[in-house]
Every structure is written in structure tokens, then in C-alpha cells.
């Protein structure tokens, strides 16, 4: 019956997320997740928020959380936005900010929404080759452009560009709107909010959903000069008033106010992603430097799409990309030091070491 679909459904491709097994005993090692739960004062927060008050609406503007934040990052409100997982706050950012006449620049390698997102607003895009060695180089960017948009680190590669190539871009490029999408920035990165005083043009958009063990509860937001905020707001407020409920909003506070959980837990992935990295360096592989709580390998004698079905075979998943020049990759997510090790032994069986 798709002759009910209007033109624009007709045209779609959506973009396909990472499996959520229904089976249990799987060591989930491919959508990023934090291996950690949510900190226990989240889970507190949660409880005394589940009550008689859930039958009113919440707060449209969620001005705790954009309290929250701001607080976190040193920023007033008004340079806040916040969305139902940063997934809504990018599609507002490419519909508000990033459809221009002119093309939206990202990398040829990156995170797979972005076209998506493009296809669904019509808005004309140029990828831009990583390096050979997968880098995003950001003077390859100075060219007329309606926007430009990119992951740091950036994702699937797990590669950091530095906050003074960020400022050097910026520096040239001032009358187009640019995107950092942090998801990964703090297993590795430095925030480039720290530059959004200086820089009207840039946004910053982090997510919940990584390194606060979050990706259930669907929050994100951005950092920005108050008048892209605004578009943000404009956007959302034609959309949906109410992205984010009140479970979510309170979660998300608490999450932000629990500064050593979040420092204890993003340690510990880091810790563990070096042993992983050297472990998957011992068994031969080549692993790109990864500033993010997951790892992009491949080895030079074994097929990725093999070694994938062999873990999965093990009741191990890992993330897989049917692209030219990375098909020949695994993306693994760090999971705990248990998880790993898991990992580790299986592919030692596979591989025969
Ligand atoms: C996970 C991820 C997101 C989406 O995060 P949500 O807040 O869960 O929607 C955005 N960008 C990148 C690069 C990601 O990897």
C-alpha cells in the first residue's frame, strides 16, 4: 500500500542502528554503550521522580537541565539547548543551522546519520576524504561550504582532531555554521566549548547517552552562541514542546551534578581501552588511536566480516560497516575489563594463537 506514502517517505533512506539482541548472555561490544550502569544517584533521582506528578506535562524549556549543564560547562542557559538524545538536537542543527544554498561539508568516513539527515531535509552535502591514515584534516574543509559538520573524535575511527585545529578552522571559516558532534569527547578529548565565547558559529552537541550511561533515558544537548540556540528552539518548538519527559530531564540533572561517578566510570574505560588496544596489537592487528570508548581494527590476515561472525558465534558482537575503506575494520566497543578479556580469548581461538 505504499502509494499512501507521500513523496518525501518514497525517498527516504533511513539510517540503520547497531542490533539490540533480545537474547540475553551476549557481550554486547557494538553500539557504544557504556558497559557501567547509570550513576546510583541517577537511579535515585529516577525513583523519587515516578509519581502522581507524571500526570502533568514537563517542563518545556527543562530549564534544570539547561541549569545543569550550564553549570557543568561554565556557559549561562541561554547557550544551551537540550533534545530527546543528541540524534534530535543533530536533526534540528541540520534543519536550523545547516541547510544553506551552498553544501554541507562532513567527512567521507563518519558517523552514517548525517546523510540521512540530508535526505530527509534535502540538503545538498560534499564529503570530504579522510587522510590515508583516516585523520580528519581540517584544512581540506576551506571551500565554499553551507555548513560543515564533524565528529570529534570522530566515529567509526575513534581518531581526535585538536581543539587548536578546531580554532583554526573556525578562524577561516566565519560565515558558515560549524557542528562539533561530541559524542565520544570525554574518554579522550577536549570540549570545544571552550571556544563558543569566541566563535559565534559554532556548535557544540554532546550526548548522555556515552560516557553517562545513558543511552536509555534519550538526552542531549548543545553549546552555543544564544542565537543559534534560538534557531534550535525555533525548530523544536514547531516540532514537539516536549522532547524530553520528566524522568528524563530529572535523570539527566543528577547525572550531570554526579561529577565523581562519571570520572570514576570514564577512567576505567579508558584504562581498559589501552589494555584492549595492546592486546588486539599483540594478536596482529592494526588499531587506529582511539580517543573514544570504542576501537577500529583490522588485521591484516583475517576478513572483518569473518572474524565478526566468528564472535558472534561466541555470543560476542561487534560492529561491522559495509563502506569502501573500512571494510576490512571491526568496530569494538570497550566494555569492562571482564568483557574484554572475553573478547580477547575468543578471537585467541579464532585466530589460532
Ligand atoms: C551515539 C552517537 C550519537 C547519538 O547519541 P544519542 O544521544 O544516543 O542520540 C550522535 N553522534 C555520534 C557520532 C554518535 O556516535
Redesign the pocket.
Known amino acids: 500500500m505504499s502509494h499512501f506514502w507521500s513523496s518525501v517517505v518514497h525517498g527516504l533512506t533511513p539510517y540503520v542502528p547497531g542490533e539490540q539482541p533480545k537474547v540475553a548472555d551476549l557481550i554486547k561490544l557494538n553500539?557504544?554503550e557504556n558497559p557501567y550502569g547509570p550513576s546510583p544517584r541517577v537511579l535515585e533521582a529516577l525513583q523519587a521522580e515516578v509519581g502522581d506528578t507524571l500526570r502533568l506535562y514537563p517542563d518545556p524549556n527543562a530549564e534544570s537541565l539547561k541549569n545543569a549543564v550550564a553549570a557543568y560547562y561554565g556557559v549561562t542557559p541561554p547557550q544551551v539547548f537540550v533534545g530527546n538524545?543528541?540524534?534530535?538536537?543533530?536533526a534540528h542543527a541540520f534543519l536550523g543551522l545547516l541547510k544553506h544554498e551552498q553544501p554541507l561539508l562532513f567527512p567521507d568516513i563518519?558517523?552514517s546519520?548525517y546523510p540521512v539527515y540530508c535526505g530527509l531535509y534535502d540538503i545538498d552535502f560534499e564529503t570530504v576524504p579522510l587522510t590515508a591514515a583516516f585523520e580528519i584534516e581540517l584544512g581540506d574543509y576551506e571551500r565554499p561550504n553551507g555548513g560543515i559538520i564533524f565528529?570529534n573524535p570522530?566515529?567509526p575511527t575513534g581518531r581526535l582532531v585538536s581543539l587548536a585545529a578546531i580554532e583554526a578552522l573556525l578562524a577561516r571559516n566565519r560565515d558558515s555554521v560549524v557542528v562539533v558532534?561530541e559524542?565520544?569527547v570525554d574518554f579522550g578529548g577536549e570540549s570545544a566549548i571552550a571556544l563558543v565565547d569566541r566563535h559565534p558559529q559554532l556548535l557544540v552537541?554532546q550526548?548522555?547517552?556515552?560516557s553517562r550511561s545513558l543511552?536509555g533515558l534519550?538526552?542531549?544537548f548543545a553549546v552555543g552562541h544564544p542565537r543559534l540556540i534560538e534557531a534550535l528552539e525555533r525548530v523544536k518548538n514547531s516540532f514537539n514542546s516536549y522532547p524530553l519527559g520528566r524522568l528524563a530531564i530529572r535523570g539527566a540533572v543528577a547525572a550531570m551534578e554526579d561529577r565523581q561517578y562519571f570520572d570514576q566510570t570514564r577512567q576505567a574505560i579508558i584504562r581498559t581501552r589501552e589494555e584492549l588496544v595492546h592486546n588486539l596489537q599483540g594478536f596482529g592487528f592494526e588499531v587506529l588511536p582511539s580517543a573514544a570508548n570504542f576501537v577500529f581494527a583490522r588485521h591484516p590476515a583475517w576478513d572483518a566480516l569473518q572474524l565478526a561472525a566468528g564472535l558472534r558465534e561466541k555470543a560476542i558482537i561487534v560492529r561491522h560497516f559495509k563502506q569502501e575503506r573500512i571494510e576490512q575494520f571491526l568496530r569494538i566497543t570497550v566494555g569492562t575489563e571482564n568483557q574484554c578479556n572475553a573478547l580477547c580469548r575468543a578471537l585467541a581461538q579464532i585466530l589460532g594463537v
Not at 538524545?85 to 543533530?90: Q, R, T
Not at 550526548?207 to 556515552?210: A, E, F, I, V
Open positions: 553500539t557504544n538524545g543528541s540524534d534530535e538536537v543533530l563518519t558517523y546519520f565528529p570522530n566515529a558532534d559524542a565520544y552537541i550526548t548522555l547517552s556515552k543511552a534519550r538526552v542531549g
